[in-house]
């Protein structure tokens, strides 16, 4: 039986891009050959990679507005620092909202001066701090939109006078705004736009090229913007998957159609947590993610009872992180409103029973 796959990350993807996926691997449309097993400067993956680099931006509206997307490697965690090595000349600000941005705010200190601009680290980072002072003088500010180990996700964006970038790992595709007012975003693939192996990275290309260091090549979004994301031998099934979802979303009706039922489904568990006298919420409810909703046991000594009721039910990885505890149930653009609805049976099954 397939399971309710609630995993942060790598996380679930919809059903039908994992059999196309599959079946890429087998044979690639009809070519003769797998998907992995052909040159990536073929005119088949080369097509793919143009697909997927466009289709990125339509989603996010961010076409012919002097942006670039390009299709990266070492996840997330390379951008922290890639980031800084080619934005941070003297001093960047950082808003620090959890385990992710703080590990991003400690590569970026390498390269220049970090500024904090604001942290919600007093209160185990279970809430996005607001009405903060910006200096006027920083090369970018850096921000995560949705903290995927916290629950919370940043709804209005610091007004700047200085480039914005953030990483968008946790919700990327998932809500509908203007994007154009990022000049850069990057997200790790594994969260909600495909398997892990590939990072998306949008930029705004009149961004580059204004700090006086030299950067190594690999480590240069010049250099990959030059190439088209072919500078090295790309990792052809992760972008070929996510291609695979971005056309899932697209054919949903776009961002702002996936949005609509996303808010359903967080809706829906959010009420039953505040309604279910067994849980308590972890996040500051205004600052509630619609991507990964965090929560505890009002009575700790019943945790036995809860998972094995989850667990019997076909529910999987609902665990929440150790920094946490608790649960975490995360309900990307591929979790079915059926699902949500199954978990919240069993909350409630869970109240009769204690
Ligand atoms: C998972 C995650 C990361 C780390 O991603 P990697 O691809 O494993 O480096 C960074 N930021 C956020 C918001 C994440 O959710």
């Known amino acids: 039986m397939k399971k309710h796959n609630f995993s942060a990350g790598p996380a679930i993807l919809p059903q039908e891009v994992l059999q196309q996926a599959a079946a890429a691997i087998q044979e690639l449309d009809g070519i003769g050959l797998s998907l992995i097993e052909i040159s990536h400067r073929s005119k088949e993956f080369v097509a793919i990679m143009e697909e997927a680099q466009q289709l990125a931006l339509r989603l996010l509206g961010l076409e012919n507005k002097g942006y ?3 299709f990266l490697q070492g996840g997330a965690n390379l951008q922290f620092l890639m980031v800084a090595y080619n934005l941070l000349e003297h001093k960047a600000g950082y808003i ?7 590990k991003a705010i400690k ?3 390498l390269f220049g001066e970090v500024e ?8 185990n980072f279970s809430y996005i701090p607001k009405d903060y002072a910006i200096s006027s003088d920083l090369d970018y500010i850096h921000l995560t939109t949705n903290n995927t180990i916290f629950g919370t996700q940043i709804k209005e964006l610091p007004v700047a006078a200085a480039p914005l970038v953030a990483d968008m790992s946790s919700d990327i595709f998932s809500w509908n705004m203007d994007y154009s007012k990022f000049d850069l975003l990057y997200a790790g693939a594994q969260k909600n736009m495909g ?4 990072t998306l990275v949008v930029v705004k290309e009149s961004i580059l090229g204004k700090v006086s260091r030299s950067i190594p090549a690999m480590l240069d979004y010049r250099v990959h913007l030059d190439k088209d994301s072919m500078f090295n031998t790309p990792p052809v099934f992760a972008v070929y998957t996510s291609l695979l979802n971005m056309r899932w979303v697209d054919q949903q009706g776009g961002i702002a159609a996936v949005e609509a039922q996303n808010r359903k489904k967080a809706e829906l568990l959010y009420n039953e947590i505040d309604r279910n006298s067994a849980f308590e919420g972890f996040a500051a409810p205004e600052d509630r993610s619609i991507m990964n909703a965090t929560f505890n046991l009002s009575d700790p000594d019943t945790a036995a009872l809860f998972d094995s009721l989850w667990q019997e039910n076909g529910i999987s990885g609902l665990k929440g992180h150790r920094s946490v505890g608790g649960y975490r149930a995360s ?8 699902s949500v609805q199954l978990l919240v049976d069993c909350m409630q099954a ?4 204690i």
């Not at 309900?331 to 059926?338: Q, R, T, V």
């Open 68 to 70: 670039r997307a390009l």
């Open 96 to 102: 620090n909202t959890g385990t992710w941005s703080t």
């Open 107 to 109: 590569e970026a200190q």
């Open 116 to 123: 904090e601009l604001a942290s919600s680290k007093d209160k």
């Open 195 to 198: 398997p892990a192996g590939t």
């Open 331 to 338: 309900i990307y653009n591929a979790m079915p409103l059926e």
């Open 350 to 353: 869970f109240e009769k029973k």
